[in-house]
């Protein structure tokens, strides 16, 4: 069975990126499973914190999450042609200590996704995320190339589903392949 964490990048109850998510969580195979986690708990990241009170607890256990999972799903939301600061903020707190990152995200394979109400999708924001992947070791995986919806808006219904029976199945065949490739890994 592989096992996935889904990360979204917005607190928003009712964002695109969580219904994208959602959708990317219904549309698992058969021998996969993800669990879907929340940043909400996540505080900002002050080293003063991680200093004199050490990991904060919500970190910890998301760590642990990560840490035995087979691969990571997110879905990043693209604010001002940028990465958004609650999953920039999470992915900082999970590089802490830097000497945990091996166990955590090092060879840890990303599937990226985006949606956003703009009609360029998440380009910026999933290119931006590169430089950091870099520089955690973290595997972006790109076998299916970008996913990203523009003009979000239309791509939903009023339950958050996806409306369209095409962008449904591409979304499938994404996630799909995500799982195949990981079963693939050693």
Known sequence: MVQLVGIVGSLRAASYNRMLLNAALQSLP????MEIVDLSGVPLY????????????????????????????????????????????????L????????????????????????????????????QVFRALRM??????????LSRAWQEFDDQGDLQEVATAERLHNYITAFVEDLKGTP
């Open 139 to 148: 595997e972006l995986w790109n076998r299916e190339g970008a996913f990203y």
């Open 46 to 93: 002050n080293q003063d914190i991680e200093d004199s009170q050490g990991i904060p607890l919500p970190v910890m256990l998301l760590k642990d999450k990560i840490a035995a999972a087979d691969g990571l799903v997110i879905c990043t939301p693209e604010y001002n042609g940028g990465i958004p600061g609650v999953l920039k903020n999470g992915i900082d707190w």
């Open 30 to 33: 058969d021998d996969a499973r």
């Open 95 to 130: 590089s802490r200590p830097v000497d945990d990152q091996p166990r955590v995200l090092h060879g840890k394979r990303v599937a990226l996704l985006g949606a956003t109400p703009g009609g360029l999708g998440t380009t910026l924001s999933q290119n931006a995320w590169l």
